[in-house]
């Protein structure tokens, strides 16, 4: 399998197009990559990168906003945890992140209050004074959906599984989620300070696209973090617990985290999470013989418990990391 200079591995998506030797390499480097780091860097993809580029100067556009108009689409006002979030508006395990970001779901009419992560679900808080942006932002989220079910079948398939297995998960209201986000650079004096802290994705996958030559991103490898700089015309993906949730932890969620860039710099990423319906479990695959020996079981740790559902996930995640937002809309949730 290729490495990087990072010692992350490179998965070329378009093997898939070749014969069933290549077909085989593919799902062989896949189930590799995210058994031993749950990180990869995906090419091969066919998202052109003139897409690619005018996503990015949409999220340029966005944060070149006055404050006054990124303030009304503020996540403050979403009792669904859409919308902007200003600088120091973000925890992870209870420390500031210092980003800016726009957080826009998959958007879907309200099924109640309970179970709890039933909440989740409702509108985004759209920018109006940027008339092109929901277009760009929806046809991405297209985009990025349809790559991630192929990805998912052919993790089926590397795992020994019936190609659909997953697809019933994300057959009605998948919960995908996507974040436009700025790291702005820091001084040597605050280059300690996090862009996000150490974390694992809730979810299923993450399709992450980072700015070219910028890097920031760390993940972690043993006792080790691993610097990320992004590949040329690459995704980072990465898997969340809902993954090993389903593999009995033979495919492992990763910590990782982003440190701030250097003062007079910024750096933007988009990332997407192609997640199942709130309300879906994750089926549980029966690995091969060979594989299941090599599986540890799912992360035993009381202050993180994975569920097999999705929205469970979800709900933990979003209260921790908008205690201003949850405290608002949500006080009975709040322990």
């Not at 209870?94 to 800016?100: C, N, Q």
């Not at 349809?146 to 993790?155: F, K, P, Q, Y």
């Not at 399709?207 to 991103?217: D, T």
């Given at each position: 399998m290729p490495q990087p200079p990072t010692g992350l591995p490179i998965v070329d998506m378009s093997l898939l197009s070749g014969d069933d030797d290549a077909r085989t390499e593919f799902r062989t480097a896949l189930r590799r990559a995210t058994h031993e780091f749950g990180f990869f860097f995906l090419t091969g993809h066919g998202i052109d990168r003139s897409i690619r580029d005018r996503l990015f100067d949409t999220a340029r556009d966005f944060f070149a906003l006055p404050d006054t108009h990124k303030f009304s689409v503020e996540m403050l006002a979403s009792p669904q945890f859409r919308g902007y979030t200003r600088f120091g508006g973000e925890y992870t395990q209870?420390?500031?992140?210092?980003?800016?970001q726009i957080d826009l779901a998959a958007e879907y009419p309200s099924l109640g209050d309970e179970p709890p992560y039933l909440r989740l679900d409702g509108p985004n808080l759209w920018p109006l004074s940027l008339p092109d942006f929901r277009g760009v932002i929806q046809d991405w989220q297209g985009?990025?959906?349809?790559?991630?079910?192929?990805?998912?079948?052919?993790?089926?398939?590397?795992?020994?599984?019936?190609?659909?297995?997953?697809?019933?998960?994300?057959?009605?209201?998948?919960?995908?989620?996507?974040k436009l986000v700025r790291y702005p650079g820091q001084d040597d004096d605050a280059a300690a300070r996090q862009g996000v802290g150490a974390h694992k994705d809730p979810g299923v996958l993450?399709?992450?696209?980072?700015?070219?030559?910028?890097?920031?991103?760390?993940?972690?490898?043993?006792?080790?973090?691993?610097?990320?700089?992004?590949v040329e015309d690459a995704f980072v993906v990465n898997i969340g617990e809902l993954m090993e949730y389903a593999t009995d932890g033979y495919l492992k969620a990763t910590l990782h985290r982003v440190q701030s860039p250097p003062e007079g710099t910024e750096r933007l990423s988009v990332p997407f999470f192609f997640n199942p319906a709130l309300s879906s479990t994750m089926p549980r695959i029966e690995l091969p013989a060979d594989l299941a020996a090599q599986a540890p079981g799912v992360t035993d740790d009381p202050d993180n418990v994975i569920s097999g559902t999705f929205g469970e996930n979800m709900l933990k995640a979003r209260l921790r990391a908008h205690p201003d937002v949850a405290a608002r809309h949500h006080p009975d949730l709040v322990d």
């Open positions: 209870g420390a500031v992140d210092w980003r800016e985009r990025c959906s349809a790559l991630g079910l192929e990805l998912m079948r052919e993790w089926a398939l590397s795992l020994g599984a019936p190609a659909d297995l997953f697809d019933a998960a994300f057959a009605d209201r998948p919960s995908t989620l996507l993450t399709l992450l696209l980072v700015e070219p030559g910028k890097g920031g991103l760390q993940v972690a490898h043993g006792d080790d973090w691993i610097d990320v700089p992004p």
